[in-house]
């Protein structure tokens, strides 16, 4: 009997349950908007011949047996072309390592790298194991079994549905041999359908953690230091306590909050409170970043040379050399839905309700706010309205604990308001680029890329901790991993000290690296007097690499300049695994930039929902663009000046482009798609500015120097 299992029902594998009232599919990794909470079952269901409405979807909570294999290729030191045995075994190590960790996560565009063999595999052994329970009871070989619909089907026609055989199946060894299906037996997966959540979603009928109530539940909001990781030193509350349903005021390690009967009253009145608060412990003012970043390529701040081809500084001194200076700034992750969760304690531990991506590190943060064992902490997973790398982080997970450890008995919600949301996010790393490279004779000879930046993946270790020594490897993402043929290449990171606290944002490091590469990269193709599209192919030095190149060059019909105050950029990316590669075209208008549509590429090895794999595509070069047009966030006084999205403006559906996409499977290995369009938009939309106006762009965001219409 398995822990939680009621009568008569049968588990196989960690990721389906059947009793006789219901089928339940597993879902291990969190979903986040990106559509994951759909296509997980959705494999299962293909190899138990399950339709749609046939199960219902549950969340897993912590447990080292939905361990992510998708980080292994991630977390060895090749190129993700690399399928050499050295390459190979580093990333077998790389999984054992994740095995004996038992990390559970999502990130990394790992969904479906890590689900798509073990999930297809659980319905399989699923259906044979059901298929070896009524060849039991009926006496019919297996061999004469088949599936349809959630029922086993005998020879003779009769139908045994699953949920009739949980007791029967529950008392026999699963059938651990079974094999999955041949992609081209799939009847579901690899066709367009439609998402298992999009009609509640739509509806309205879908409960998000910002919709959950729980009998006898209380509110809470807070005012939390905007100084990052600073205390409270005084607060004047006396406002506050006579507002309407005020209950309580609670002093908070970095804050305040207010109880109360509804959200509304508790942030109205916390709105009240005069807070007197601790001083950053990085600079106050955003200039005084910059000159941490402008000071950081230094040796003392080396991260590390991630790749170094040929001989440098002697290529740097052939022909005509080119220097560029590039600048990303902080942004924010600002998801639809604020952090939010529901909490309550008791003296035998803790319950709590929170879209999270690392089920186990809530346990941890939790557990040790309050003096628990992590096993103490009982986790329920929630739909969440976006992440973008905010719920990785613990802000409200942390302050949340707090609050019911001083509620014990009672349910809280707490829901941060946005202008909180924003000032305590932690953002994207700031970075600066320093490129230098060469030309000669029509040919790029040399490229020396240089990145000063804080740390956002070692920030974030830190935090749940498990703090590394090691250089941030993500700091080096859209960077060291170029695959163009240059005879000397380096590719160095240098990590700022003393600067925000950053974290993992969509496509963490190739956000902004992969911004200043492929800028770099443009601007040595023109120096040197080359096509910048036909200039990539010709270099890109991996085959399936150079189809995604040539393929967008098909789509977008790539003959050269266009002319006519119109411009195309292309810009290609490998990140998480995935080439991706983009065309922006622009025109330019008495009003400003206009872009008129983008062609994208990307090769996942195997596209198993085709229509979620085209929004999330349109939706990452859409995050792309907007984020790189419209989007910063600064400091002043120590805290973030950007507190909602009329001062943090993502692209505008009039501003939207026409974004034709095409997937390709030629990659020998299954990949991710929810971050890899991202990184390409921001350098190909530059790239197609200067081809329009001759005016190169090399800092984010893009509307402090050209208007967009």
Same mark, same amino acid.
């Given at each position: 009997?398995?822990?939680?299992? %009621? ?17 339940? =599919? ?20 293909? &190899? ?35 399928? +050499? ?6 990333? #077998? ?6 095995? #004996?960790?038992?990390? $559970?996560? #999502? ?21 044979? #194991? =059901? @298929? ?49 299906? !041949? ?5 579901? =997966? ?6 298992? !959540? ?31 990781? /600073?205390?409270?030193? +005084?607060?004047?509350?006396? @406002? ?6 005020? @209950?309580?005021?609670? &002093? ?55 790749? @170094? ?24 992750? /600002? ?19 929170? %879209? ?29 309205? %976006? ?32 202008? &909180? ?7 994207? $790393? ?20 240089? =990145? ?32 163009? !043929? ?11 000290? %003393? ?142 000046? $950007? ?63 050209? !208007?967009?219409?």
């Amino acid at each position: 009997m398995v822990a939680g299992l %009621g009568p008569n029902s049968a588990t196989f594998n960690p990721w389906v349950e059947i009793s006789p009232e219901k089928i339940t =599919l597993i879902a291990q990794h969190a979903d986040i908007g990106q559509g994951v909470g759909s296509v997980q079952p959705i494999m299962i269901a293909e &190899e138990m011949d399950l339709d749609p409405g046939q199960f219902e979807i549950r969340f897993a909570g912590p447990s080292p047996a939905y361990f992510n294999t998708g980080f292994a290729d991630e977390l060895a030191p090749f190129l993700a072309a690399d399928q +050499s045995p050295a390459a190979e075994a580093a990333r #077998t190590a790389a999984l054992d390592s994740l095995r #004996t960790s038992g990390l $559970q996560m #999502t990130g990394g565009s790992s969904t479906i790298p890590d689900t798509y063999e073990k999930l297809r595999v659980a319905g399989a052994v699923a259906r044979e #194991t =059901l @298929k070896a329970a009524a060849a039991k009871r009926s006496g019919v070989p297996v061999a004469d079994i088949r599936t349809q619909s959630g029922h086993v089907i005998l020879p003779d026609g009769r139908k045994i549905p699953y949920i009739e055989l949980a007791a029967e199946a529950a008392k026999i060894p699963p059938v651990l041999d079974a094999k999955p299906r !041949d992609p081209s037996k799939w009847r579901i =997966l690899g066709k367009p359908m439609m998402r298992l !959540d999009v009609r509640s979603k739509v509806m309205g009928e879908l409960k998000f953690g910002i919709d959950l109530k729980i009998d006898g539940m209380l509110y809470a909001a807070v005012k939390l230091n905007p100084n990052k990781g /600073q205390p409270l030193k +005084s607060y004047d509350a006396s @406002k506050a306590r006579s507002m309407p349903g005020v @209950k309580k005021i609670l &002093e908070i390690k970095n804050g305040v909050a207010v109880i109360a009967t509804n959200s509304w009253y508790a942030m109205k009145a916390v709105d009240t409170i005069d807070c007197a608060w601790a001083p950053s412990i990085y600079p106050a003012e955003q200039a005084d970043h910059w000159k941490v970043l402008e000071a950081s390529f230094k040796p003392e701040f080396l991260g590390k040379e991630w790749r @170094k081809i040929g001989d440098v500084e002697t290529g740097l001194k052939r022909g005509t050399l080119v220097q560029a200076e590039y600048r990303a700034p902080y942004v924010a992750h /600002q998801p639809l839905e604020p952090l939010n969760g529901i909490a309550v304690v008791s003296d035998a531990g803790m319950e709590i309700w929170v %879209g999270h991506q690392s089920p186990q590190a809530v346990q941890s943060i939790a557990a040790t706010a309050i003096g628990l064992k992590p096993e103490q902490v009982i986790f329920h997973n929630q739909w969440t309205g %976006g992440s973008f790398g905010h719920r990785l982080e613990f802000e409200n997970v942390r302050v949340l604990t707090e609050i019911a450890n001083q509620m014990r008995g009672t349910p809280v919600k707490l829901v941060f308001s946005r202008e &909180e949301d924003f000032l305590q996010d932690i953002p994207r $790393q700031i970075s600066i680029a320093r490129h230098r490279g060469s030309v000669d004779k029509g040919k790029i000879v040399a490229a020396d890329l240089q =990145l000063a930046a804080t740390a956002p993946f070692k920030g974030l270790l830190e935090r749940m901790g498990a703090p590394s020594k090691d250089p941030d490897p993500q700091l080096a993402a859209g960077m060291w991993n170029v695959y163009y !043929d240059i005879p000397h290449f380096r590719a160095t990171s240098f990590e700022a000290q %003393g600067l925000s606290p950053c974290t993992t944002w969509r496509s963490v490091g190739a956000s902004t690296a992969g911004f200043f590469t492929e800028s770099f990269i443009d601007e040595l193709i023109h120096a040197a007097g080359l096509d910048p599209l036909k200039a990539r192919i010709e270099m890109c030095a991996v085959p399936t690499y150079r189809k995604v190149l040539e393929t967008v060059a098909e789509m977008s019909n790539w003959k050269g300049p266009l002319g006519n105050g119109k411009g195309r950029g292309v810009a290609f990316v490998e990140s998480f695994g995935t080439p991706t590669a983009e065309v922006v075209e622009v025109s330019m208008t008495d009003r400003g930039i206009r872009i008129d549509k983008v062609w994208v590429a990307v090769d996942v090895g195997k596209v198993v929902d085709p229509v979620n794999f085209e929004n999330q595509v349109q939706g990452g070069v859409v995050w792309g663009l907007g984020h790189a047009i419209n989007c910063e966030l600064t400091y002043a006084k120590g805290g973030a000046q $950007q507190t909602n999205y009329n001062h943090h403006e993502a692209m505008r559906i009039y501003q939207c482009p026409v974004i034709e996409v095409r997937g390709l499977e030629n990659d020998p290995k299954v990949r991710g798609v929810g971050e890899p369009p991202v990184p390409p938009a921001a350098p190909a939309l530059a790239n197609a500015i200067f081809a329009a106006t001759g005016k190169r762009i090399r800092e984010m965001p893009f509307d402090k120097f050209i !208007d967009f219409v």
